[in-house]
């Protein structure tokens, strides 16, 4: 028997019970698909929609779980999809960015960039398009962020950088924010695809180029991001100057922030914590050690933030008390745990994460049903999905969960 239906046999005997580490919430439904979840679901009235490493696109009944229809693509879908009227958008690494109508799942239109590429082995996302004055804005691997008709496909403008752009666009006052992997931070005027500014990250030894992996969050005057040069940045929106900056010593910080309550919250990569900064000054307000990587984005609901980690745990932080606890394990977490942890939470014995084989220390990683994805949460639902290709609908309890 393969690890895959190991892996689904393992579902179906722990779907019975309700997955519980700690809190009231227990396990609605989950669906399998046949390669990782990266990207994050996108929820609609009656259905949500994930993309999926095995190149489809899924729409899901958001009750139960089951199918209603899927859309094959020529590439890995690691891209958010976007809901726009009677369409669902998204991004593919076969190099095209696809309209599907959302009722029954056939193509409407497809725009052919000049190719994607990946960087190397954490490169683990696509460009998510998203809808800003009557354009889709979607940044590709060829280095162009484009701007499309939604209605037809067309090309309306691109610019260029000079890197990768698997950045998520941001756009606030009809300002594009969007970094680069050649480490500069663009704005841009949404209408036309003209400059307002760019920004050069410092770069750093290992790292010298600073290259911005994902998207950044608007906070009053400034945008705030982070980068591989192991800073997060805060820039003014309206000159791309900097306010202020923090040097995770030895860590990327890939994760977008979340700002609540004037504090800029992130999980970092190396340094394998999750921490708040003062969204105003950049000092720290809050850190809390974890024993992996974080590269989603946390979500805040009812006084309450919750985030995915490579350690497939989803972790509940709340602000008022900072206690921090994990609520939910993946089935590939709980069945394959002992092999990369000893009873401690610390890397058991023999396992190096950037040893001589780290790309079977990092598909080791993945077996536990890693938490690339950004959750969505609904009606006291929260939506994600894993490394090991499976989506989760976690109902979470009243009160304090």
Known sequence: ????????????????????????????????????????????????YIGSNDSCLYALN?????????????????????????????NSTDGKVYAINKTNGQKQWSFATNGERKLDMWDYYLSSPVYADEKVLVGSGDGNIYALDPAKGALVWKFKTEGIVHATPLVCNRKLFIGSYDGFFYALNAVSGDLIWKFKTVGDAYFPKGEIQKGAVAYKNSVIFGSRDFNVYALNAETGRGLWNMKEKGSWVIATPLIYNDVAYFGTSDSHRFCGLSATTGYEQCSFPLNMRVYGEAVSFENNLYFGCFNGKLYKLNPSNNKLEPIFQTYGSRSNYSQVYDEKDAFKSGFE?????????????LRLGSILSTPVIEERMIYFGDSNG????YRLGNGND
Do not use: C, H
């Open 1 to 48: 028997m393969n690890f895959r239906n190991k892996l689904l046999l393992f579902a179906f005997f722990t779907s019975i019970s309700t997955l519980i580490v700690s809190g009231k919430g227990s396990l609605a439904w989950n669906f399998s698909t046949r390669g990782g979840i990266y990207s994050s679901p996108t929820v609609d009235e009656s259905t949500l």
């Open 62 to 90: 958001k009750k139960d779980g089951t199918l209603k229809w899927k859309f094959k693509t020529g590439g890995e879908i690691k891209s958010k999809p976007l809901v726009y009227k009677n369409s669902v958008i998204l």
């Open 353 to 365: 994460l950037y040893g001589n084989d780290q790309k079977g220390s990092e598909e080791k990683i």
């Open 390 to 393: 499976i989506f989760y609908a």
